[in-house]
C-alpha cells in the first residue's frame, strides 16, 4: 500500500518534457510515477494542474550550532530551508567547535539528526595537520566534502598554501573551497584600516578570488582531485574556470557555485530593497549585506548571471550565513559578513523564471540535479522511481513583496524584504511527509536523515 500518491502531477525535470503524473510514495521513497489509481493509498493529493519539481539542495549552509544558537541552530535553520522548498542542506564547518574530527563531526550529527526538519549533510572542515581524521570522514562515506577557506572568514579555519597542498596530496574525496587569496586580503586590511566605512568590495577585491582561483587551477592540474568552487562572483573566476575545463568542460573536476545575492545585489547599485532603517538605508545596503566574497559592482552581477544563462554554473548555493540585526548594526569593522538566504533561493529563482531570465528547467538543473551528481547523493535531485521522496508542488508565480513576515530564519531579516518575488511554495514534502505550506511549517515533528555521498 502506497503512503501517499499525488495525483496528476505535472513534473519537472532538468532535461525531459514535463509530463503529468502520480507520484507514489512509500516508506519515504518514490515508488511509481506513472498511473497510481489502482494502488491502495494511506493518502492521496491533487496536483493537478500544478508543476512539481525536487527538492531543493542547498550545498552551502552555516547553521551556525553547536555554537551560536542566537544566530540559528538546527530547528531554526531547517525550518526556515523547508518553507522555502529546500529538502536538504549540506552545513558548513565553522561552528563552534568546528568539524575538523570524528567526534565533532558526530556532535553535528546528533545536534541535526535530532533536530533537522530537512535531510543534512554535513563538511568537514580542512586544517593543518587534520588529515587522517579528513580521511576517516570521507573514506567511511560520513562527511559531504571538504572545505577549505583560503581566504580568512567567519571562523578560525584559515589554510595557508603548504596545508592546502598536503590536503591535495594526503586527502581524498571532494574539496569544496572558499577561494580568496589570504594575502591580498591581509594588505588590503592594513592599507584600509584608517577608512571608517570603506566598500566591501575594495577590502577584499575580485583580484584576491582571482588569484585564489588561479592557484587552485592549477592544484587541480596537478592533482586531478574533484574541487567545487563556492561562490563564484566575478566574471573573470568565471573566465578562468571556463577555460581551464576546456570545451567539454571535463578536461578538469572543477564545478561551481553561485549565491543569490551575488545575482541581486551589487555594491554599486542604490539598495531598492531590503528592509527600511534610519538615515535612508535599509538591510540590502552597507553592513548589512557585508557578506564574503562581496556584493561585486553592477558589470559582475550582470556577468554572473550571463554565466547561469550560458551554463556555465553548475550548483545555486545560498551561503545562507544568518548574524542578528544587532551584530549587522555594528561600524563596518565589528559587523561580521554574512546573511541570511536559504528561505529565499528557491522564491528569488522562480521570479527570474517569471521574468524570462532563464526556464524553471535550468532553475531544476542547478538546484536540484547538479547539486545531487557533484555531492554524490544518488537518491536525490529527481522525482524518480528509487529515489528519495523529496518534491515541492509550486503555486501560483504571481509576484509578492517579500515581507518580514514571510521570513523563518531566526535572524527574523532579509535583504530582500519589500523585493516583489514568487510567494513560497504551496508544499513541500521531506521523505513523502509535507512539511511546509505556502511558507509555513505544517507538521513540526518530521526529521531529515543523514545524506551520504554514493547512497
Ligand atoms: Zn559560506
Known amino acids: 500500500m502506497y503512503d501517499l500518491v499525488v495525483e496528476d502531477a505535472t513534473i519537472v525535470s532538468g532535461w525531459e518534457p514535463r509530463r503529468v503524473a502520480d507520484i507514489c510514495v512509500e516508506h519515504g521513497r518514490i515508488v511509481h510515477v506513472g498511473d497510481g489509481a489502482s ?12 508543476l512539481v519539481m525536487p527538492g531543493v539542495i542547498d550545498g552551502h549552509v552555516h547553521f551556525r550550532s553547536p555554537g551560536h544558537p542566537h544566530k540559528e541552530d538546527w530547528a531554526s535553520g ?41 535531510n543534512f549533510g554535513i563538511w568537514v572542515g580542512a586544517s593543518a595537520g ?61 592599507r584600509c584600516s584608517s577608512v571608517e566605512a570603506p566598500n566591501h568590495n575594495v577590502v577584499r577585491p575580485p583580484v584576491a578570488a582571482t588569484i585564489a582561483v588561479r592557484r587552485l587551477i592549477e592544484l587541480v592540474e596537478a592533482h586531478l ?41 551589487s555594491a554599486d547599485l542604490p539598495a531598492a530593497f531590503g528592509r527600511p532603517l534610519e538615515n535612508g538605508a535599509t538591510t540590502a545596503s552597507g553592513n548589512w549585506i557585508k557578506v564574503n566574497p562581496p556584493i561585486r559592482d553592477d558589470a559582475d552581477r550582470r556577468a554572473m548571471w550571463s554565466a547561469v544563462q550560458r551554463q556555465r554554473i553548475d550548483t545555486i548555493g545560498s551561503d545562507h550565513a544568518p548574524h542578528t540585526m544587532a551584530e549587522k548594526a555594528l561600524p563596518y569593522w565589528s559587523a561580521p559578513s554574512g546573511i541570511p538566504g536559504v528561505e529565499t533561493t528557491l522564491p528569488l529563482l522562480l521570479t527570474a523564471v517569471r521574468q524570462g531570465r532563464i526556464t524553471l528547467e535550468r532553475v531544476v538543473q542547478l538546484c536540484c540535479e547538479e547539486p545531487a551528481r557533484v555531492f554524490g547523493l544518488k537518491a536525490k535531485g529527481a522525482i524518480r522511481e528509487g529515489h528519495d521522496a523529496d518534491f515541492v508542488v509550486l503555486g501560483e508565480p504571481d509576484l509578492r513583496p517579500l515581507t518580514s ?28 511527509r509535507l512539511v511546509a505550506s505556502h511558507g509555513r511549517i505544517v507538521d513540526d515533528d518530521v526529521r531529515g536523515s543523514l545524506t551520504r555521498p554514493g547512497a
Open 225 to 265: 582531485r574533484p574541487v567545487h568552487i563556492c561562490h563564484l562572483s566575478t566574471e573573470a573566476e568565471s573566465d578562468l574556470v571556463e577555460a581551464a575545463r576546456g570545451v567539454d568542460r571535463r578536461r578538469l573536476p572543477i564545478t561551481t557555485e553561485i549565491c543569490p545575492h551575488h545575482l541581486y545585489l
Open 405 to 432: 513576515d514571510d521570513i523563518v530564519c531566526r535572524v527574523a531579516w532579509s535583504p530582500f524584504e519589500g523585493m516583489p518575488m514568487v510567494p513560497k511554495p504551496d508544499a513541500v514534502y521531506v521523505a513523502g
Open 78 to 118: 531547517s525550518r526556515a530551508a523547508a518553507s522555502g522548498g529546500v529538502t536538504t542542506v549540506l552545513d558548513m564547518p565553522n561552528t563552534n567547535p568546528p568539524t575538523l574530527t570524528r567526534m565533532e563531526w558526530e556532535q553535528k550529527r546528533a545536534l541535526a539528526a535530532e533536530h533537522s526538519r530537512v
Open 39 to 50: 494502488g491502495a493509498a494511506r493518502a492521496r493529493v491533487s496536483a493537478a494542474g500544478k
Open 130 to 190: 587534520r588529515n587522517d581524521a579528513i580521511n576517516e570522514l570521507m573514506d567511511s562515506g560520513d562527511a559531504c566534502g571538504i572545505k577549505v577557506f583560503m581566504g580568512a572568514s567567519t571562523g578560525p579555519l584559515l589554510v595557508d598554501d603548504d596545508t592546502l597542498v598536503r590536503l591535495f596530496e594526503q586527502t581524498r574525496g571532494l574539496i569544496g573551497v572558499h577561494a580568496e587569496e589570504e594575502s591580498v586580503l591581509e594588505v588590503l586590511r592594513t
